[in-house]
């Protein structure tokens, strides 16, 4: 079945405390993309990648990291984790080819907390 | 700064109304306008509009795109209850000297259609 898979789906943690929330896609989808959604903020975006090593900023990149080793993996890593970061975040991709943005396919979310 | 506004924020209607939902947007290196459909869970793609004044159709939804005046709308009609959902413009545009790929979304329209 084709998806784009997050983990975990929700997640406590402390200030500070550094974690990672993995997203894979098994579509071979060149596109990849992480976003945060928040009450009357809609959905913004972090980071976004066109291919294997090739990254770049979202709207809202600050205090966040990504990496793209392998075309079916887009990590987001949250080295130092601040309340501010707590929301709804959504891992999503798609293939490039003509446009990125045919069929986009979204994970579940992952629901963090930070304390 | 680039930014993408929906209007209405939040809509009710009865079931077998039209609506209009508006989304205008001052970006700079446009490439595409994208709507998607949010329910209680990840945002499904709705449409892509590149080219001006051609309507995208699907079912009961369209929407077209105006690329002079910098707006698109989506048209229901006869709505349902099973219409109720955020619905999400974004425009997808090249920042500075990166590739395309970077997304801005509106905040979105809550719509509610009532039986």
């Known amino acids: 079945e084709a998806q784009v898979t997050q983990n975990p789906r929700y997640l406590i943690t402390v200030t500070g405390k550094k974690l990672t929330v993995t997203c894979s896609q098994n579509?071979?989808?060149?596109?990849m993309s992480w976003y945060r959604q928040d009450p009357g903020l809609g959905l913004r975006q972090i980071y976004y990648s066109m291919n294997v090593e090739v990254t770049d900023k979202g709207d809202v990149p600050e205090g966040y990291k990504v990496s793209r080793k392998e075309k079916r993996n887009f990590p987001l890593i949250l080295e130092s984790p601040s309340p501010n970061q707590t929301s709804l975040y959504f891992c999503?991709?798609?293939?490039?080819?003509?446009?990125?943005?045919?069929?986009?396919?979204f994970g579940p979310g992952t629901r963090l907390t930070v304390l | 700064e680039d930014k993408v506004v929906q209007s209405p924020l939040s809509l009710v209607v009865h079931e077998g109304d039209t609506v209009t939902l508006n989304c205008s947007y001052e970006?700079?290196?446009?490439?595409?306008l994208l709507w998607y459909k949010q329910e209680k869970k990840a945002p499904t793609f709705l449409f892509m509009l590149t080219s001006s004044g051609i309507e995208k159709k699907s079912g009961r939804l369209s929407s077209i795109l105006d690329k002079k005046e910098l707006f698109s709308i989506l048209n229901i009609t006869a709505t349902q209850t099973g219409d109720s959902a955020v619905y999400l413009c974004a425009v997808e545009f090249r920042a500075g000297g990166t590739s395309y790929g970077k997304l801005t979304f509106g905040q979105g329209t809550i719509l509610t259609v009532h039986p």
């Open positions: 970006v700079t290196n446009f490439r595409s």
């Open positions: 999503a991709s798609s293939q490039v080819r003509l446009a990125p943005y045919n069929e986009q396919f």
């Open positions: 579509m071979n989808h060149e596109y």
